[in-house]
């Protein structure tokens, strides 16, 4: 089944606590990204991937950080997580990039974080 | 930048054609509107893109207007399952690779 997966589903943590999210699909997609998902707000880009150890930022990249060192995995990495991170975060991965027929996303279920 | 705009929440009864509209007045011509549900806090699920012509699938019908600034998403036979936040996305101007995601429309199907 094609699929996006991410984990953990739900974290507590205390502030200064660093902490990874993974994030790992199935479909030998190219296209990644991270978002986060506030109250009342749609989605906001956090990082994206290209490709295998070709990342960028999106529009929140200040305090996290993203690998792609395998094409399927593309880990959110919060070194030093702070209160104002704890939001619902989700993982979406694509074949084709952006602005053309194949950009089609596939979420992953999210991650419910909470910094205290 | 470009962004699109949508009304905060509709009502439809069950069974009956929910359309969403939404403004993306701003859109340059080769590029594509998407459509995304949210249900509940689950992950966003693709539903369809257009780029001029009218689109159809299994999931719904995208209208697009003939100058490109508006859209319509036309769910034919609205059930409770449609329930949801939907969004209208396009490009951001000052990027290859970024959606702009706004709030949304959240759809309430009544019984």
């Known amino acids: 089944e094609a699929q996006v997966t991410q984990n953990p589903r739900y974290l507590i943590t205390v502030t200064g606590k660093k902490l990874t999210v993974t994030c790992s699909q199935n479909m030998n997609h190219e296209y990644m990204s991270w978002y986060r998902q506030d109250p009342g707000l749609g989605l906001r880009q956090i990082y994206y991937?290209?490709?295998?150890?070709?990342?960028d930022k999106g529009d929140v990249p200040e305090g996290y950080k993203v690998s792609r060192k395998e094409k399927r995995n593309f880990p959110l990495i919060l070194e030093s997580p702070s209160p104002n991170q704890t939001s619902l975060y989700f993982c979406?991965?694509?074949?084709?990039?952006?602005?053309?027929?194949?950009?089609?996303?596939?979420f992953g279920p999210g991650t419910r974080l909470t910094v205290t | 930048d470009a962004k699109t705009t949508q009304p905060p929440s509709m009502d439809c009864a069950e069974g009956r054609a929910a359309n969403l509209p939404c403004n993306h007045s701003t859109i340059s011509g080769n590029e594509y509107v998407y459509w995304y549900r949210q249900i509940h806090s689950q992950g966003p699920q693709y539903i369809i893109h257009?780029?001029?012509?009218?689109e159809t699938n299994e999931m719904a019908s995208l209208i697009i207007t003939e100058d490109r600034k508006s859209s319509t998403l036309i769910l034919p036979h609205a059930t409770l399952r449609d329930t949801a936040v939907y969004y209208c996305?396009?490009?951001?101007?000052?990027?290859?690779?970024?959606?702009?995601w706004g709030a949304g429309t959240k759809l309430i199907i009544k019984p």
């Open positions: 257009g780029l001029k012509n009218n």
């Open positions: 979406a991965s694509s074949f084709g990039p952006i602005g053309t027929h194949a950009y089609k996303q596939y």
């Open positions: 996305i396009v490009r951001a101007m000052d990027s290859n690779y970024q959606l702009i």
């Open positions: 991937s290209m490709n295998v150890e070709v990342t």
